[in-house]
Every structure is written in C-alpha cells, then in structure tokens.
C-alpha cells in the first residue's frame, strides 16, 4: 500500500535523522520542498519588496491602487518576518519559540493570503472601472484620505482577525511545544469546517470571476486593435492584469482544492498534513509578484 510504505518512509526518515524530534512528521523530500519554497519567497518578495518601495515614491500617492500596493508591501513585509522562523523548524526539525509564537507565525501566512487576494481584488476592481470608463480614474482626495483607508483595514485585521486567530486557533488539543504548524485537530470542529468550506467557495467564486472579467476585457480590446493589438498600450496593460489572477491562480487556488479533500481525510493519513504544508507553501511565493511588477512596470 503507498501510504502505508510512505508513512514507514517517514517514520524511518525522523527516527535516523532526529530522534529527540519524533513528533516532526515531514519526510526529507517535503522538507526539502518546504524550505526551496520559503527560501524563495523569503528572497524573492524581500528584493522585490525594496525595488517596489523605491518605485512607490515616483507614483500618484492619491491612487487608491498605490494604495492598495503599499498595504501589499507591508502585508508580504509582515509575512517574511515570520519566514526565518518557519526555516529554522524545517532545518532543525525542533520548534524552540513556544507555542503561542507558533501560533502566530502560523496565523500570519493565513492572513497574508487572505488579505493579499483583497488587495489584488481592489486593484483589479479600480483598472477595470477606469477601462469601462465608469470612473476617469480612482483616487482619494487628499492624503489623508489614503492613510485613513489603509489604518481602517489594519485595525480591523489587529482588533478582530488577529486576536481571532490568537485565541481559537489551537485550542482543540495539547500540542507538544518542540513542534509547530500541527493545528489539525482544529478541523474536527464543525464551526470550522463550515467556515473552511464558505473561504474555499467564496475564493473560487470570486477567482473565477475575475478570471471570466479579464478574459472577456481581453477578447474587447483583440477586437478593437485588431490590427495593431501587439503595440498597443492597452492591450498590454490588461495582459498585465493577469499577472494578478495568474498568482491568484496558482499560489492560492492550488490550497483551497486541495483544502476540500484535506478536510474530508484529515484524519485518514499522516502524510496529508505534509501535503497540506507543500499547498500552503505556495501561498507565500505570491511575495515574488512586486517583483514581477517592478519588472514588467505594471
């Protein structure tokens, strides 16, 4: 049987390799997909993090996108404090920070997910209205306007999520403190498998959506520069817009799929909290996008 052969891989993989950590479950090879992943992420949205503070100066701070991409600089910022973190247990196979700091360095990547596919949304939602010509273009009315718009979101993630996280998550069970990032037993809830399950098809919904919009903006704008489409600015600016979607697509779609299934068997085989680690991992490789945007000049 294939998961009774991987279980025994992974078993025999802790036991030669760190005996004091038997509670760690990730085999060497998920390992060393975790820390590839986070090792990329880390440097990838750090550089790209810097490049896109320098080109903020240069744009319309009265832009509700500028706006929103700052508010995606600081979030991917947040997100890639906690990294070294999550490293270090992959390297060391032994959490030493304890479990209240676990459980916040695990929040954390939750929570950049979440609020970095809002702040894709409001951008995208902002171009499009400029393309549709309901709005010239987007833009608060004084600084101040902008700065109040971005504390009102903050608030409301450190009043309400934050503390939400802090004080539900983990409370299904005693978890060892030598080990971090195991809050399965979350999910034999049923009020959280009702909320999982709402995220997963409201992230759906909303991605496919988006995807239907962008193709159907694309498809417009082929037919009006039939002739000219490959050198024309608009064309390419809403080709740029994928660049949002395609993140979306596959960094955070790839976790909600497989969320469904995870939620089901949860309990089934060891093996699918690794396979639940890899999926989210993905999520924090949406930090290379400023860099994708410093390159491209979206």
């Given at each position: 049987n294939m998961y009774k052969e991987d279980f025994r891989n992974m078993i025999e993989d802790n036991t030669v390799n760190n005996g004091?950590?038997?509670?760690?479950?990730?085999?060497?090879?998920?390992?060393a997909i975790l820390i590839t992943a986070y090792s990329i992420?880390?440097?990838?949205?750090?550089?790209?993090?810097?490049?896109?503070?320098?080109?903020l100066v240069k744009m319309n701070s009265l832009s509700v996108t500028t706006t929103?991409?700052?508010?995606?600089?600081?979030?991917?910022?947040?997100?890639?404090?906690t990294v070294p973190f999550r490293l270090h247990y992959y390297v060391s196979r032994e959490w030493i920070f304890r479990i209240p700091f676990c459980k916040m360095v695990s929040a954390m990547v939750?929570?950049?997910?979440?609020?970095?596919?809002?702040f894709y949304v409001i951008t995208l939602v902002i171009r499009w209205l400029v393309f549709f010509?309901?709005?010239?273009?987007?833009?608060?009315?004084?600084?101040?306007?902008a700065i109040a718009a971005s504390i009102a979101v903050w608030v409301i993630v450190i009043v309400f999520v934050v503390p939400l996280f802090y004080i539900q998550y983990g409370r299904s069970g005693t978890y060892d403190n030598?080990?971090?990032?195991?809050?399965?037993?979350?999910?034999?809830?049923?009020?959280?498998?009702?909320?999982?399950?709402?995220?997963?098809?409201?992230v759906s919904l909303i991605t496919c959506v988006l995807l239907g919009l962008q193709i159907f903006i694309l498809v417009k704008v082929s037919k009006k520069l039939s002739t000219s489409l490959w050198s024309h600015q608009e064309f390419w600016a809403q080709v740029k817009n994928l660049i949002f979607?395609?993140?979306?697509?596959?960094?955070?779609?790839?976790?909600?799929?497989?969320?469904?299934?995870?939620?089901?068997?949860?309990?089934?085989?060891?093996?699918?909290?690794?396979y639940n680690e890899i999926v989210l991992s993905l999520t924090t490789l949406s930090c290379l996008d400023l860099l994708s945007f410093v390159l491209s000049g979206s």
């Amino acid at each position: 049987n294939m998961y009774k052969e991987d279980f025994r891989n992974m078993i025999e993989d802790n036991t030669v390799n760190n005996g004091s950590s038997s509670a760690f479950v990730h085999t060497n090879t998920t390992r060393a997909i975790l820390i590839t992943a986070y090792s990329i992420a880390f440097a990838g949205g750090g550089i790209g993090s810097i490049a896109m503070s320098f080109v903020l100066v240069k744009m319309n701070s009265l832009s509700v996108t500028t706006t929103a991409i700052i508010n995606l600089v600081v979030v991917h910022g947040l997100l890639l404090v906690t990294v070294p973190f999550r490293l270090h247990y992959y390297v060391s196979r032994e959490w030493i920070f304890r479990i209240p700091f676990c459980k916040m360095v695990s929040a954390m990547v939750h929570i950049h997910m979440y609020l970095t596919f809002v702040f894709y949304v409001i951008t995208l939602v902002i171009r499009w209205l400029v393309f549709f010509q309901w709005k010239d273009k987007v833009e608060f009315y004084r600084k101040l306007h902008a700065i109040a718009a971005s504390i009102a979101v903050w608030v409301i993630v450190i009043v309400f999520v934050v503390p939400l996280f802090y004080i539900q998550y983990g409370r299904s069970g005693t978890y060892d403190n030598t080990t971090c990032f195991k809050f399965h037993k979350e999910l034999q809830k049923e009020s959280v498998k009702v909320l999982n399950y709402l995220t997963i098809t409201a992230v759906s919904l909303i991605t496919c959506v988006l995807l239907g919009l962008q193709i159907f903006i694309l498809v417009k704008v082929s037919k009006k520069l039939s002739t000219s489409l490959w050198s024309h600015q608009e064309f390419w600016a809403q080709v740029k817009n994928l660049i949002f979607i395609c993140v979306i697509i596959i960094c955070f779609l790839p976790y909600h799929i497989f969320r469904v299934y995870y939620i089901k068997h949860v309990n089934d085989y060891v093996q699918l909290e690794s396979y639940n680690e890899i999926v989210l991992s993905l999520t924090t490789l949406s930090c290379l996008d400023l860099l994708s945007f410093v390159l491209s000049g979206s």
